[in-house]
């Protein structure tokens, strides 16, 4: 199982990103269901959830200071999660790590998550 994250870069605050989280080894469509979560980690600062959708019933979950600016979502024919990023702002600067757990909620420890991308970069900045 492969996890594969792209579309970080560098972009103004206001902008907007649209990060994928490609799968390899499974697929979306079939046993085991996965649940997909976003995280990040900015330097010196601890790692965060920040979004999730659950393999169940396509819920989506957001953290407070992402809601209502990033959506997730989940293209099963590509077997790719989505996180749509707008009215980014500095503080947004970090890694984005997507990962993936065999259950069908997304909303377990990250400990659970058994399997990692390597992360993207997301800087926001004028």
Same mark, same amino acid.
């Given at each position: 199982?492969?996890?594969? &994250?792209?579309?970080?870069?560098?972009?103004?605050?206001? !902008? %907007?990103?649209?990060?994928?989280? @490609?799968?390899? *080894?499974?697929?979306?469509?079939?046993?085991?269901?996965?649940?997909?979560?976003?995280?990040?980690?900015?330097?010196?600062?601890?790692? &965060?959830?920040?979004?999730?959708?659950?393999?169940?019933? !396509? %819920?989506?979950?957001?953290?407070? @200071?992402?809601? *209502?600016?990033?959506?997730?979502?989940?293209?099963?024919?590509?077997?790719?999660?989505?996180?749509?990023?707008?009215?980014?702002?500095? &503080?947004?600067?970090?890694?984005?790590?997507?990962?993936?757990?065999?259950?069908?909620?997304?909303?377990?420890?990250?400990?659970?998550?058994?399997?990692?991308?390597?992360?993207?970069?997301?800087?926001?900045?004028?």
């Amino acid at each position: 199982v492969q996890l594969v &994250e792209s579309g970080g870069g560098l972009v103004q605050p206001g !902008g %907007s990103l649209r990060l994928s989280c @490609s799968a390899s *080894g499974f697929n979306f469509a079939y046993y085991p269901y996965y649940s997909i979560h976003w995280f990040r980690q900015a330097p010196g600062k601890e790692r &965060e959830g920040i979004a999730c959708i659950s393999s169940s019933d !396509g %819920s989506s979950h957001y953290i407070d @200071s992402v809601k *209502g600016r990033f959506t997730i979502s989940r293209d099963n024919a590509k077997n790719t999660v989505y996180l749509q990023m707008n009215s980014l702002a500095p &503080e947004d600067t970090a890694v984005y790590y997507c990962a993936a757990v065999d259950l069908p909620t997304c909303l377990v420890a990250a400990d659970q998550y058994q399997y990692w991308g390597h992360g993207t970069q997301v800087t926001v900045s004028s």
